[in-house]
């Protein structure tokens, strides 16, 4: 089968195999990845090394005569220059990693070019100079500027003593990242710093080819199986110059190269497209689910639902869409549309008098202080609320109190291991059933440990990544380091607590903005309890938490069936690519 009859007959393989990712980049649309097209990607590669691509022409020159040319210069600049880069001439049938065609030929890396790498500590560097090209700018296929690095004209001379790169060489990364390369496309001089090789061929005309070669499954393969270290995995130049390299004649060298860029042409146009169609589908998928948000009744709203449930499998084909959908959800929950309103429902406002009381009758007992007043300023609500909700800060319903550190020089706050003690980091769970570390009796009595019972929520106050406004909900009474906040709500209702479980969830891009300081900004207990929460009637919370977990199980099933999907889609476009590549091996013979 032709490569342009494999793109389009599996079409629908290539667009569809797509995948989360947790950064965007080339191949991807936001957060996902199209895994199709880029295991498309592969396969070209893989067929141009393979001699697969193109028909082999027996007018070619064979590849031997190619190989040959290169040891003589190889020999011709060891005498005249010093050609140091020099590997072993001998090749056995167990060197070959390949099937090729019988006019192509094998020789290795180091009998192909002259290795220009630079070692020890790579001089310091100015705002303007002498471009520096370290590993950093040498991408897969490309040299990228950024970030942009110079060292001085007296550094530039005094440091590239072992060669200069020359336009149409080959850039190459042996670690970190392993295996990047990307031929020099640049008219000005530039250093080449330290962990990265420049390929200067002794025939300038397959440095093409070579790219390919280089970026292609085989050779990193051979990377990968040659490499050493644990941490930054890498390969030595004595290493790297012994891999065994499958070569073509330089006609079809220059044929593979033409016909490969013609196919990666096509698959840019292919990725443009399905690119286009994900962000046209999201933007679809916004406006209905801003038409839910904006109904102005029950009424409207469940109409809107309606219409948008009938093509929820059609809808909702990313997970971006399906987190977008529980996002619509909570705030129709906190806005007073998820659920209608029962005109026999206590109002709010009885609520909060039955939790002043409550708070009255502890601070009279003396188990609790006497809490803070917090004002509200009326004309800073974000929305109007439906008749019997009212507006209030989470501390005039809840008590909320932290945690500590106990001192790792004191063996005994840890041994024996009793309470356990909850760290931001495990905030990400949705409850607590254990934690990785416990605390001691001694610990909690001497230091400002407390113990919260089951059900309390604990939210991080600061930490790395996403962590920070994060909340989870204790299955087990347990302490808390200082970076957490725990939440007790005066009312001992399992759907109230579920009710502020949620509205945390909403508000989370908001509370992270609440955060004060510089590289790690972070909240405390003050800026929690001002958190401004929508607070329905006592028996809506109960039909709106109710409701809320109803349709998110909804969509948890919708995430379900699409990631089957998509790991069945991806499955497949694998099968293909390995089909292709066993019938190729079939069909020319090997």
Request: glycine share 6%.
């Amino acid at each position: 089968m032709s490569a342009q009859a494999l793109i389009t007959e599996h079409l629908d393989l290539w667009t569809g195999a797509v995948t989360k990712k947790s950064s965007s980049g080339r191949g991807s649309n936001g957060k996902v990845e199209l895994n199709g097209i880029k295991k498309l990607r592969e396969l070209i590669l893989e067929l141009a090394v393979r001699g697969k691509l193109v028909e082999q022409d027996p007018n070619d020159e064979p590849a031997a005569i190619l190989v040959s040319k290169m040891l003589q210069l190889r020999l011709r600049l060891t005498n005249t220059e010093g050609l140091r880069t020099k590997a072993s001439d001998s090749l056995s049938f167990s060197d070959e990693y390949l099937c090729i065609p019988s006019s192509w030929a094998w020789v290795r890396l180091g009998n192909m070019a002259k290795f220009i790498d630079y070692r020890g500590k790579t001089p310091a560097k100015i705002s303007t100079g002498k471009r520096l090209i370290t590993a950093k700018n040498i991408r897969q296929g490309h040299i990228d500027l950024q970030p942009e690095e110079f060292i001085s004209e007296a550094d530039y001379t005094s440091w590239m003593t072992r060669g200069f790169p020359r336009k149409g060489d080959l850039l190459f990364t042996p670690e970190a990242p392993l295996g990047n390369a990307a031929i020099v496309d640049l008219d000005e001089e530039f250093a080449l710093a330290q962990r990265a090789i420049c390929f200067q061929w002794h025939i300038p005309e397959i440095s093409e080819f070579m790219l390919i070669q280089i970026l292609a499954s085989p050779f990193q393969g051979q990377l990968v199986e040659n490499a050493t270290g644990m941490t930054a995995t890498g390969i030595k130049a004595s290493k790297l110059k012994e891999i065994p390299v499958a070569i073509p004649p330089l006609e079809e060298q220059q044929r593979i190269v033409q016909k490969v860029d013609e196919l990666m042409a096509l698959c840019d146009r292919l990725e443009q497209h399905t690119s286009d169609q994900l962000d046209a589908h999201e933007t679809l998928v916004d406006s209905l689910l801003g038409t839910l948000t904006q109904s102005a009744n029950a009424t409207e709203l469940a109409n809107n639902w309606a219409r948008l449930a009938e093509h929820f499998d059609t809808l909702f084909t990313t997970d971006q869409g399906i987190d977008k959908l529980k996002q619509t959800i909570l705030q129709l929950a906190v806005m007073g549309r998820l659920v209608e309103q029962n005109a026999g429902d206590e109002p709010a406002k009885n609520l909060i008098k039955c939790i002043d009381e409550e708070i009255g009758q502890r601070v009279s007992e003396g188990t609790i202080r006497k809490p803070k007043a917090l004002a509200l300023v009326e004309g800073s609500f974000p929305y109007e609320l439906p008749k019997g909700w009212r507006w209030e800060k989470l501390g005039r319903f809840t008590l909320i109190g932290t945690g500590a550190t106990p001192s790792r020089g004191r063996p005994d706050y840890y041994s024996p291991p009793e309470y356990p003690w909850v760290t931001s980091g495990e905030t990400s769970q949705t409850f607590i059933c254990d934690t990785n570390e416990r605390v001691s009796s001694l610990a909690v009595k001497e230091t400002n440990i407390s113990i919260y019972p089951t059900g309390t929520l604990i939210v991080a106050m600061y930490g790395q990544g996403k962590t920070r406004g994060q909340i989870t909900e204790l299955k087990v009474a347990a302490g808390t380091n200082q970076a957490c906040a725990a939440i007790q709500p005066i009312i001992e209702d399992a759907s109230h607590r579920q009710y502020i479980k949620l509205c945390f969830v909403k508000l989370y891009d908001e509370i992270r903005e609440n955060a004060a300081g510089g590289a790690q900004p972070n909240l405390n207990t003050g800026k929690i309890a001002d958190i401004l929460i929508p607070l329905p009637p006592l028996a809506e919370q109960h039909r709106i938490v109710q409701k809320v977990d109803e349709l998110i199980a909804l969509c948890d099933q919708l995430k379900k069936r699409l990631s089957q999907s998509s790991e069945t889609c991806c499955q497949l476009a694998e099968a293909v690519v390995e089909q292709e590549l066993r019938e190729g091996d079939r069909d020319a013979g090997f």
